[in-house]
């Protein structure tokens, strides 16, 4: 992801770098040492996840994942840490996160879905269900 990252923004890369987020220009200064040889290793090896991806689901229409290391972040400028919906975009699959409740200082947490690919409307129902059985769409 990195590695697509630093080619997408190469203009504003090198641009508006000043203009950048903090968080983004640290992960562009990585991002920039990835040789393509590391790229095209991690792309065989979506590849062959992505095969093996029936196997994960086996009879299940949709995993129960955690959505996020914790509460949603108090500030504002910034959606939180989007570790746990790497995978499943890389393998593309289509996932939702459901409200869940609260954490210790009061704010929202989630749970994520992800369901199997192609099946994007299956998994909104699925999680139209888990936010009614939770109680977090009233």
């Given at each position: ?91 593309h699959l289509p996932c ?43």
């Amino acid at each position: 992801m990195n590695y697509e990252m630093a080619r997408n923004l190469a203009w504003e890369r090198t641009a508006h770098w000043d203009l950048l987020a903090p968080r983004t220009t640290e992960t562009l200064r990585e991002a920039v040492t990835i040789s393509a040889e590391a790229y095209d290793q991690a792309r065989r090896a979506t590849a062959a996840a992505r095969e093996r991806v029936p196997e994960l689901f086996g009879e299940f229409e949709a995993l129960l994942v955690p959505a996020a290391p914790g509460e949603a972040p108090a500030r504002l400028d910034m959606t939180g840490d989007p570790l746990f919906n790497r995978t499943w975009t890389l393998l593309h699959l289509p996932c939702v996160t459901v409200p869940a409740g609260r954490g210790p200082a009061g704010l929202p947490i989630g749970i994520q879905l992800v369901g199997r690919l192609g099946d994007d409307a299956r998994l909104l129902a699925i999680a139209r269900f888990a936010e009614q059985a939770l109680g977090a769409g009233a």
